[in-house]
Every structure is written in C-alpha cells, then in structure tokens.
C-alpha cells in the first residue's frame, strides 16, 4: 500500500511555528490502495454523508413528487455560504413543503463565506436558521418526512424515522454494519455518523464508481453539484473551486474539523482525509496536495495550487511566514 505525507506546517521566519498531522485513506475499486498516518482513524463524517443522506428522498422519488430539480438537490448537498442564491433555494424548498424558517432545527450562525457576509451585514437584517451552511439539508429531512407521512417536529432527533433512514443509507454504503456505526449529534443538530477513514473513503469510491457506471441516483447527485457548483459551497469556497477547476471531474465534500471526502469517477476513487487537530488551513491543502499525489491531478490548476502555499501576514499586512506542505520526517 503506497504511504502518502499530507501533513502541513506553518512558518514564521525561518522557524516551523505550528505542524497539523493529517491522516487519509485512499481506496480504488474496494481496495485500499494509499494512506496517510492511520487510515482506520474513527472520526464524525461531519458533512461528508451529505451526499448520502439525501438519497432516501431521493431514492423514494420525493424530488419528482415535489417537483424539485438540480438546484434543491445541490443545496441539499451543499455546506453553503448562504449568499442570496442559497437562500433563495432554501426558502423555495421549504415553501413547496406548505413549511418556513422556523420549521428548520438547525440554529443561525454567521455566513461561510466572505461574499455571503458582506451581503448579510449590509442588509441590516439579523442572522436566521436560513443562513446556517446546511439548511437546505435540513429543507430536505423535512421534505423526507412531509412526503412519507411523519411528524415534522423532532426530525432532527436521532430516533426520529428522518435519521435512521440516513443513518441506514450510510451503513449500506460504507459497509459498516448499523451495530456497529456510532452516532452522536452534529453542529446543526441531526444525527452524524462516525465511521473509520478508510470506510469513508469506501463509500465515496462506491458513489464514484455508481456515477461512472450510470446508476440514476448517484448520477442525479453527480449532474446536480456539477451544474450548480456555487450552490455547493459558494464564492471562493474549496469544493465549488474544485468543480469548477477540474470540470467537475473531481467532486469534494466538506466537513466540519478537519475532515473531507473526495470521488473521481472515472477513476472509481474515493478518499477521505482528517486533520487531527481540526484545522480548516490545513484540510484545503492536504486535500489539494493528495489529488497531486496521486496524479488525479498531476498538473494543479492555478487556483488549486495556491492552497499548497498560503502567506502568513501580520497586522500591517506584511508576509512573514506561510502555510506549506511539510516535509517527510
């Protein structure tokens, strides 16, 4: 199994100031073909199960019942940065569901990205559920339960038939039996599902593989964030960047504290990463620097290569380090 080094320093001067550890597993087909530190490392998948927790609704045939197309899907995916368009979709979503705001269980929090908070500050207006990165996951798990006939209240708790349904559909294709699968509740309140590296990585080499094959779900998810790429993440957020840099040949997944999953069908590849100590400077580099390595992207487009090297500036604005790959050791 080929070892990768996808640890990242910080300089300061000529000193290394601070140093993240990065573990990854890569898997191709089903097998196990690279890794970085310890590619069984259990972790939250945060909101890498996006993709895969919408599929229920997907799958039961909720999105043609409601009439919904790439757009909500996108946003249901998507760790939003809850500019205009985002919000937009959203509310679309929860208005076709006879729903509002109040009905989301995810809580407010300031807009992910630089765009989205401007816009948000300029407007006078006060921080909602709507803006929170992932209420149009949340739209969804109440569109899951409106059109199945179960309460809306309480879709959010991890017993609520929402949750186990997603819950389920991560199991079947991670291969982690629900026995075994922990489950605890995430930044937005619904249930996140903890899992090996390597398992992640299996599941979204699966979800490559079944886009490349032609498999109507996976295909549905795939055409959705390629058309919509901004509805994923937004301006200058990491995954609309990939979409947009590789054509949507390399598809990515956020996630809270230092974890993203990644598939390149035509490859059939899937890989996970985590940063041990949670840092978001870090995720964006490793992720960049393990799609070189392993000649998915032997040549960087410029925008993704800059995540390799970040400067370190001081309050005047002056570079006196950077942020860069590290060396092996």
Known sequence: MRQ??????????????????????????????????????VTPWRSCAKPFQVMPLLTAGGFDHLGWGDEELALACASHG???????????????IGLEEGDLACGPHEPLSGRGVRLWRESGKPLGRLHNNCSGKHAAMLARAVTMGWPTHGYQRIEHQVQRSCIGEVSCWSGVPLDD???????????????????AALAYARLGAAIHAGDEVPNRVAAAVRAHAHLLGGTERFDTVVLQETGGRVITKVGAEGVHSVTVPDRRLGFTVKVEDGALRAQHAAVVDALRQLEVLPE???????????PVRNTRGEVVGELRMAERQ
């Open 4 to 41: 990768l080094n996808l640890d990242v320093e910080v300089t300061r001067g000529d000193a290394v100031e601070s140093r993240h550890r990065v573990h990854a597993a890569v898997v191709e087909g089903e097998e196990l073909v690279a890794a970085a530190r310890d590619p069984h490392l």
């Open 82 to 96: 809850a500019e205009p368009e985002h919000l937009a979709v959203a509310q679309r979503m929860l208005a076709s």
């Open 181 to 199: 699968m922990g489950v605890a509740v995430d930044g937005c309140s619904v249930a996140v599902m903890i899992l090996p590296i390597d398992r």
């Open 300 to 310: 960087l487009p410029p925008r993704l290569a800059e995540y390799l090297h970040k």
